[in-house]
């Protein structure tokens, strides 16, 4: 919105330049337009009266019709207050007065009718609303067919007569003025398809509704817009980038089918064909890919990442693989030197403990071309590390990398800007994947290799710790290994240290006889990397270890996770550390210990777990929980900023609204068609207030 819109609310009638300071400072609003989309969070239902006797302590707010028997000052000093002692045929309360008292005392009519509207508290026997809104009854009023707005507000604003009714006001003023200028943003050909109400009908019934089904559909088309404009930002920024970046094109698969013949390991799952299919759809076709691969833990991202790298190699050039620690890197390079040395192709590591003599041999390789494979950590990213012709980065686990260091990569090559595969194994519910990562092309890898047995997942309070360790013993001896993990406790680490090293010391005296390792945030990466090693070569038949173990990690052998304080973890978290059993052929499980005493969150979370394996079932139960606000990378991403929708409610809109986006730049990419004239504007005008909308890829 422009121009009109831009006007300093100070000049609305009824604002005036003090209020608008207030304004300005309390709900960061400066101009018509924003002031306009201030929605309300809420609406009352002002049909709805009750009487004295129905009410109860659950009510967030009622309205009673009632008459004033008896006004009165009552108490001293901070205590005085007025007190109107009300009735109706059922019985009496009291409306009381803690600020404002002359004004009320000289506006309130002795015996006459009003409505009342507050939430009701209960003082005694006698039930009592505190600073009730209140209007003289009229026929009006008793019959009114509306819903009052409730606007988000602030003490100081109330202070100067702004309370939710004082924005209201302002409110009327404002739409009247904007009325004649609010211009419609949605071409008629979508407005018609996806039966949404005109944009000027919207604003007045959102602020002003006169029947539920229009405020329903007030909501629904506002909604609708605001996804639709995130969504076809997103598009557009993809189709430019499409357009700027070629890509080198990799279309030989020789490696590839030697691999595939004669030395992979194990049968690819159907998904895991899919997802090499649609990336080797990219990598040939001379655009740039930018793929995400969202795959549950144990999905076998790594052979899809190594599979692609051979593609890579094979046409002449060279891929890196980049992990978020030391230990992961350390465990993919192992993982694929095996595969590498099959092939007789060069793979290195690169971590920050890279020995500077080990260093200068890579450096070398790699530019004469001789490296094919480069795994490592965030070292890969150094300016010294330069490939003869790096035409494929992977990325493991991406939440844990910052834009700008993928950025880094795309700086390695300078004819061609290398293909990008991101990996993560955190499940994100599709709606927000759609938005968070909308410029990407995901893939998902929704399907287990054969032959894994489900998790069996279980839920034990402290107080049956004693079975507990009866079956870690069981299972030790049969040869297993096992985890056993802590909370980090994010206000103390030596809370946390204490945590882990009591489980430890707990966990040897009733194991005196099995060998344990232990690995905590405190230890030098050397120590805890000797740990782990001990762990994964089966030295150590216990793991005591905070959450560092975390991510990727993969020791087959290991089928039992016992998580200790679970109540504390967050569902997302608990599920990647669940997903470190469950690798091998062995039936493998899961204990969430916890205390006996839960919140209600907290034991969603728990019985969540119990009940499905499924990451992508998780993360909605999660998106439900926390909103979207919390999950990972959104705060970064804008989508917090969204004014009313909601990404973890309105799933179905937004699913719609980028259907609508999709098909309209797939009929008008440049959106020059008369028709679509309004869509264009709005970009246009949003260019020049929007965020950074890049910085979400
Ligand atoms: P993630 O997706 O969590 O990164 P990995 O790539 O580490 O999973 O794979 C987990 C384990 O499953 C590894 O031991 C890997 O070798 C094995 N694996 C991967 N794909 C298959 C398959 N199609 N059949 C059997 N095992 C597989
Ligand atoms: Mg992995």
Request: proline residues 3%; glycine residues 6%; hydrophobic residues 40%.
């Amino acid at each position: 919105m422009s121009g009109f819109f831009d006007t300093k609310i100070e000049f609305l009638k009824g604002v005036g330049p003090q209020r608008a300071a207030l304004i300005n400072k309390e709900l960061n609003i400066f101009t018509f337009g924003e002031l306009l989309q201030h929605y309300p969070f809420r609406y009352e239902d002002r049909t709805k009266f009750f009487k004295i006797r129905e009410l109860h302590s659950d009510m967030e707010s009622v309205q009673v019709i009632a008459k004033i028997r008896k006004v009165e000052l009552v108490g001293m000093g901070n205590k005085k207050r007025l007190v109107a002692q009300v009735a109706d045929e059922t019985g009496e309360m009291e409306m009381t007065w803690f600020k404002g008292i002359a004004w009320v005392q000289k506006n309130i009519t002795p015996s006459a009718a009003y409505v009342f509207l507050g939430k009701p508290a209960q003082f005694g026997r006698k039930w009592s609303i505190a600073h009730p809104e209140m209007e003289p009854l009229t026929t009006a009023n008793e019959t009114r067919n509306n819903f009052q707005p409730i606007y988000s507000t602030t003490e100081k604003l109330k202070a100067r007569f702004l309370d939710s009714r004082g924005i209201s006001k302002i409110m009327e003023q404002l739409v009247q003025v904007c009325f004649p200028h609010i211009q419609e943003t949605m071409s008629n050909e979508i407005l018609e398809q996806y039966q949404l109400i005109g944009k000027k009908e919207a604003i007045r019934q959102i602020h002003f509704p006169t029947k539920p089904d229009l405020l329903q559909r007030a909501r629904k088309r506002l909604k609708f817009e605001e996804f639709f404009y995130l969504q076809l930002r997103l598009l557009m920024l993809k189709v430019a980038r499409v357009e700027k970046y070629r890509g080198q094109i990799l279309n030989n698969t020789e490696l590839l089918t030697e691999f595939y013949t004669n030395h992979i390991p194990f049968e690819l799952t159907n998904a895991q064909k899919r997802v090499i299919r649609e990336s080797y759809g990219d990598l040939k076709s001379g655009k740039q890919m930018n793929r995400l691969i969202q795959g549950d833990v144990g999905s076998g991202k790594t052979m899809v990442a190594f599979i692609c790298a051979l593609i890579a190699i094979s046409s002449g050039a060279q891929a890196c693989l980049m992990a978020p620690t030391e230990i992961l890197a350390t465990q993919h390079y192992s993982g694929l030197k095996e595969f590498a040395d099959m092939m007789g192709l060069k793979i290195d590591l690169l971590t920050g403990s890279t020995k500077k003599a080990a260093r200068r041999i890579i450096h070398e390789e790699l530019l004469s071309g001789e490296l094919k494979i480069l795994i490592g950590t965030h070292a890969l990213l150094e300016d010294i590390v330069q490939f003869q012709n790096l035409a494929l980065a992977i990325v493991d686990e991406q939440h844990r990398f910052g834009v700008a260091q993928r950025a880094k990569l795309w700086a390695k090559n300078e004819q061609f800007i290398p293909h990008v595969l991101v990996m993560t194994a955190t499940p994100i519910p599709r709606t927000l994947a759609m938005t968070l990562y909308g410029d990407l092309d995901v893939s998902v890898i929704d399907e287990m290799p054969a032959g894994r047995k489900p998790i069996q997942t279980v839920h034990r309070y402290d107080k049956d710790r004693l079975k507990v360790f009866g079956f870690i013993n069981e299972e030790v001896k049969k040869g297993r290994q096992v985890y056993i993990v802590y909370p980090l406790i994010e206000e103390s680490e030596k809370m946390d240290l204490k945590n882990v090293m009591d489980g430890y010391e707990s966990i040897s005296r009733a194991f005196p006889n099995y060998p344990i390792s232990i690995v905590n945030g405190s230890m030098k990466a050397d120590a805890k990397e000797y740990e782990m090693q001990r762990f994964v070569k089966g030295e150590t038949k216990i793991m005591v270890a905070t959450t560092v173990i975390e991510v990727g990690v993969n020791v087959p052998n290991a089928s039992v996770m016992i998580i200790e304080n679970a109540e504390r973890f967050g569902l997302s978290q608990l599920h990647q550390l669940r997903g470190r059993v469950g690798r091998g052929a062995e039936q493998s499980y899961c204990i969430l210990m916890s205390k006996y005493e839960l919140s209600k969150d907290s034991r969603v979370r728990l019985e969540t777990m119990v009940r499905t394996n499924d990451g992508f079932e998780i993360a909605d139960v999660d998106l439900r929980l926390r909103g979207p606000g919390d999950l990972m990378g959104t705060q970064q991403s804008g989508i917090t900023d969204l004014l009313i929708a909601d990404l973890s409610k309105d799933a179905a809109i937004l699913t719609l609204a980028r259907d609508a986006a999709q098909q309209l730049l797939a009929n008008d990419a440049e959106l020059t068609q008369p028709e679509n004239l309004p869509m264009l504007r709005q970009i246009k005008q949003q260019k020049k207030t929007a965020v950074n909308w890049s910085r979400i890829s």
